[in-house]
């Protein structure tokens, strides 16, 4: 089904993957996880290792999975797949089970991850360093616009453990 390769051989543009495609982030344990659907994030090679970078608002209910879990995994889907995105994106965990009315098939990754067998690509990660944005930092003023609420994102930053692409 999936096989793995190394982070330096996704073949996907970074843009497009994260910003175009979107993904699902998912962290928690089989018998309790969340996933939510993000188009925030990169890749990059830091402090000598491939990681990630992924942005989370303190009111998602999957904020508080990535809190207590070490591990969580970026899923990528195929286009067809884009009203489920959309689905994770607007319905929050604490009210519906997303995985009951979506029909995606959960499986656990090597490292304990949480993901779905119908992504097409799963990078699997583990939490390495977080980071809570501050207003008073933003060189650009227009970037305050994305926070009418002043609900600013928590940045994580985790370590490329394995990289699964669909056969």
């Not at 067809?80 to 519906?96: A, V």
Request: hydrophobic letters at 35%.
């Amino acid at each position: 089904m999936f096989k793995e390769i190394q982070p330096e051989n996704i073949r996907d543009n970074a843009f497009k993957l994260i910003g175009k495609d979107w993904m699902l982030i998912t962290a928690g344990k089989p018998e309790s996880f969340n996933t939510m659907t993000a188009a925030w994030g990169g890749f990059g090679f830091l402090w000598n290792k491939n990681v990630c970078f992924i942005f989370i608002r303190p009111n998602r209910y999957t904020y508080k999975f990535v809190e207590e879990n070490s591990i969580f995994t970026l899923s990528f889907f195929e286009e067809q797949y884009r009203g489920i995105l959309e689905f994770c994106g607007q319905s929050s965990g604490r009210d519906t089970d997303k995985i009951k009315k979506t029909g995606l098939t959960v499986f656990q990754s090597p490292g304990g991850g949480i993901s779905f067998k119908e992504a097409r690509t799963v990078i699997e990660c583990r939490k390495i360093y977080f980071q809570d944005i501050n207003p008073k930092n933003f060189a650009d003023a227009s970037i305050q616009n994305n926070y009418s609420e002043k609900d600013y994102h928590r940045m994580y930053t985790g370590e490329i453990l394995h990289v699964f692409n669909k056969e």
